[in-house]
């Protein structure tokens, strides 16, 4: 099993960056693939970001692409996914997830998720 909790999340203005953080545990835990997903209030959860194990492939959503960056550093056990130029629309609770398949990250269906943080951009 792996657990997955996220921070790093809190109230900005547009035009502003955040930096979010994911810490994973766990017995089965030694680097998964992993993403970023969003779900604002009465829409959706839809896939943000994700990364290899070795963080040598990203992918990314187009609402995100050159604003946001996903990132990884598995002697520490962490996913960060930086978010720059942020915009209104970006107001969701923000995921982390893993699987032991990128193609299941990517795709949307990771097996683990953490409990989310509040990212709000006002205008």
């Known amino acids: 099993q792996v657990q997955l909790v996220e921070s790093g999340g809190g109230l900005v203005q547009a035009g502003d960056s955040l930096r979010l953080s994911c810490a994973a545990s766990g017995r089965t835990y030694g680097g998964y693939p992993t993403g970023w997903f969003r779900q604002a209030p009465g829409k959706e959860r839809e896939f943000v970001a994700a990364?290899?194990?070795?963080?040598?492939?990203?992918y990314y959503a187009d609402s995100v692409k050159g604003r946001f960056t996903i990132s990884r550093d598995n002697a520490k056990n962490m996913v960060y996914l930086q978010m720059n130029s942020l915009k209104p629309d970006d107001t969701a609770v923000y995921f982390c997830?893993?699987?032991?398949?990128?193609?299941?990250?990517?795709?949307?269906?990771?097996?683990?998720w953490g409990q989310g943080t509040q990212v709000t951009v006002s205008s």
């Open positions: 990364i290899t194990l070795s963080g040598g492939n990203t």
């Open positions: 997830a893993a699987d032991e398949l990128s193609s299941t990250v990517v795709g949307g269906h990771p097996k683990y």
